[in-house]
């Protein structure tokens, strides 16, 4: 069995006019929002074994962030350029690639692929939107990465910042 997570990147600030999307950094409530979910994450006992992220600025602080909440090595944190702005069949691509050495993945990066991807994997439920700093976990009954597909994730949640008071 393997467990998938995406995270979509906290919310970031457009404050700065012109600024380059890729810069873009986390605004006050990102911050906020990004450990907070960390730590509904560590609840339930859900650290990965390697965390993958978009470079772009807002997408690798979310995953630096939660790495730090997680305790996971920074080490374990890779970037890949592929994964911004990405297209499900792109991020499907990239996770493929990893082949059987981790149990538990966790991505991060940007909509609409994020939760387009997600749908796609979920063989149940689906969601109009993963809102920023939303999560998508599910497991899946394969040996490989190269095995994931569409439709076959179980037991599938989604959890996002506003869903708990």
């Known amino acids: 069995m393997k467990r998938l997570t995406l995270v979509r990147h906290g919310k970031s600030d ?30 339930r006992r859900l650290k990965p074994d390697l965390m993958l992220s978009s470079p772009a600025v807002r ?14 090595p920074a080490a374990l944190v890779r ?27 966790m991505v ?11 749908n796609r994997l979920s063989a149940g439920d689906h969601i109009d939107n993963l809102p920023t700093c939303g999560i998508f976990t599910a497991q899946f009954d394969i040996a490989d990465w190269q095995g994931l597909d569409w439709g076959s994730g179980q037991g599938a949640e989604f959890d996002y910042p506003r869903n708990h008071p």
């Open 14 to 43: 457009w404050s700065l006019p012109g600024q380059n999307d890729w810069d873009r950094p986390l605004n006050k409530r990102g911050q906020r929002d990004v450990p907070d979910m960390a730590r509904r994450l560590r609840s």
């Open 59 to 72: 997408a690798l602080t979310t995953a630096s962030v939660m790495a730090r909440e997680l305790k996971v």
């Open 79 to 105: 970037q890949d350029e592929r994964l911004y702005l990405a297209s499900p069949a792109d991020l499907l691509a990239v996770i493929r690639e990893l082949g059987d050495d981790a149990k538990h993945v």
């Open 108 to 118: 991060f990066g940007h909509n609409p692929g994020m939760t387009e991807c997600a």
